[in-house]
Nanobody, 123 residues
Framework: QLQLVESGGGWVQPGGSLRLSCAAS????????IGWFRQAPGKEREGVSC????????KYAESVKGRFTISRDNAKNTVYLQMNSLKPEDTAVYYC????????????????WGQGTQVTVSS
């Protein structure tokens, strides 16, 4: 069974950091681009970042540039999202997703999705 599992979410104060992980089981991520998306209550899902299958190309939403870093370790079949200088507006459920082919911030192109992990930034 193809599955993506996110972990690493939680509560953090503004200015803090979290590292999210996206682990795949049932398939290898070697040939998949991975995207991170988030959805806050009452808002539409938005793209946060994505990375190509080799890790050589990355994209970020303007709102997280300079604060978030996406990376991958194909040997561990895992993709990471390092989130620094977190703000209350980063509060959302974060999802990872996999797509065969090019990295994209278009969520409708992704075939496989995780269940999400909650990130809450508040004082």
């Amino acid at each position: 069974q193809l599955q993506l599992v996110e972990s690493g979410g939680g509560w953090v104060q503004p200015g803090g950091s979290l590292r999210l992980s996206c682990a795949a089981s049932g398939f290898t991520l070697d040939y998949y681009a991975i995207g991170w998306f988030r959805q806050a209550p009452g808002k539409e899902r938005e793209g946060v970042s994505c990375i190509d299958h080799r890790g050589g190309s990355t994209k970020y939403a303007e709102s997280v540039k300079g604060r978030f870093t996406i990376s991958r370790d194909n040997a561990k079949n895992t993709v990471y999202l390092q989130m620094n200088s977190l703000k209350p507006e980063d509060t959302a459920v974060y999802y990872c997703a996999a797509v065969w082919g090019m990295a994209t911030m278009k969520s409708n192109l992704y075939a496989y999705w995780g269940q999400g992990t909650q990130v809450t930034v508040s004082s």
